[in-house]
């Protein structure tokens, strides 16, 4: 079972923020906050990590609450090329090496121009 | 990021035929390699993991007789799908563990297999 609730589907205007949210109560201790992208008919492209510190990088912000239950993901200024499937995972696998990633549903991003 | 290859991207076959799909780790070793599987606006499902220099360990449902999996050396796992019928198209996605020097985890670009 997937272990976070995303909404199915958002939209966004072209140049604004995209703030796509992720609900996971029951994230343990030891498990990080994933966040991939997959544009149709594509594999899976990663997109950011963390586990309770807020992260950035070139692709996006990852805003995790302090309870770590829920978590935003940011994209400052979205374009029609960030038209994809957001998947937010949790996941303990940087300390385990045979886990694999569980997906759920992920948030269907329409950034419309 | 590193890189992983699936071949071919795309394939059609006659019902009753088998399909060989290759997913290759082109700049890290990995031990470990995913295959997933993903219908018409459906979320991915792993389907088993490839272990090198072992047997795969498959998900509850996949038949293990009918998605055979190989993963012979530590850049290349590949599916075979036996006997493929209809029900059998779908999108096959093949991810690959790197450890070194992080454990992070990178995905193909995906098969699109259709059985006719």
């Known amino acids: 079972d997937a272990k976070t609730t995303q909404p199915t589907s958002m939209d966004c205007a072209e140049g604004r923020a995209a703030n796509l949210p992720c609900n996971h109560s029951?994230?343990?201790?030891?498990?990080?906050v994933y966040w991939y992208r997959q544009i149709h008919s594509q594999g899976p492209q990663y997109i950011i990590h963390?586990?309770?510190n807020n992260e950035t990088n070139e692709m996006a912000s990852l805003i995790i609450t302090e309870d770590r239950k829920s978590s935003t993901l940011i994209l400052p200024h979205a374009t029609l090329r960030d038209t994809a499937v957001y998947y937010c995972?949790?996941?303990?696998?940087?300390?385990?090496?045979?886990?694999?990633?569980?997906f759920g549903g992920g948030t269907r991003l329409m950034v419309k121009p | 990021g590193a890189v992983v290859s699936q071949h071919p991207s795309r394939v059609i076959c006659k019902s009753g035929t088998s399909v060989k799909i290759e997913c290759r780790s082109l700049?890290?070793?990995?031990?470990?390699m995913f295959w997933y599987r993903q219908f018409p606006k459906k979320s991915l499902m792993l389907m088993a993991t490839?272990?090198?220099?072992?047997?795969?360990?498959?998900e509850q449902g996949v038949e293990k007789d009918k998605f055979l999996i190989n993963h012979a050396s530590l850049t290349l796992s590949t599916l075979t799908v036996t006997s493929a019928h209809p029900e059998d198209s779908s999108f096959y996605i093949c991810?690959?563990?790197?450890?070194?020097?992080?454990?992070?985890?990178?995905f193909g670009p995906g098969t699109r297999l259709t059985v006719l």
């Open positions: 991810s690959a563990r790197r450890l070194i020097p992080y454990n992070e985890q990178f």
């Open positions: 029951t994230i343990s201790g030891n498990e990080y």
């Open positions: 963390g586990l309770k």
């Open positions: 995972i949790v996941d303990g696998s940087l300390n385990n090496a045979g886990n694999m990633l569980t």
């Open positions: 700049d890290f070793q990995a031990t470990t």
């Open positions: 490839s272990n090198e220099g072992s047997k795969a360990t498959y």
